[in-house]
């Protein structure tokens, strides 16, 4: 059982930065693929990036298209906690934002929702003009 917890999020306005973290229990922590996905109102769910378990080549991490090269996913093994660095943010970015675990027994996409068996809460991002 891994359970999440998101914190950082808030009012930002656009061209400004947050970054959201997600603390997660549990000791097999490092061996989940962890990633972050967003839901505005009105409209599905949506991957936002992840971040693989590290092995000997280190970790892979993988992004929406709408947030390269402005959002960054990192995690710390030590910590148990994941972060979305999100700079330059546009008031299309205003979601609830969710962390997730992918068990490491799932090997499927990591920006397909289904396969991801822990979520987290959630926590407001609101930019404004």
């Known amino acids: 059982q891994v359970q999440l917890v998101e914190s950082g999020g808030g009012l930002v306005q656009a061209g400004g930065s947050l970054r959201l973290s997600c603390a997660a229990s549990g000791r097999t922590f490092s061996s989940y693929t962890m990633g972050w996905f967003r839901q505005a109102p009105g409209k599905e769910r949506e991957f936002v990036s992840a971040?693989?378990?590290?092995?000997?080549?280190?970790?892979?991490?993988y992004y929406a298209d709408s947030v390269k090269g402005r959002f960054t996913i990192s995690r710390d093994n030590a910590k148990n906690t994941v972060y979305l660095q999100m700079n330059s943010l546009e008031l299309e970015d205003t979601a609830v934002y969710y962390c997730a675990a992918r068990h490491p027994s799932n090997s499927g996409s990591v920006d397909y929702s289904g396969n991801y068996k822990y979520w987290g809460q959630g926590t407001q991002v609101t930019v404004s003009s």
């Open positions: 971040v693989t378990t590290i092995s000997w080549t280190g970790t892979n991490t």
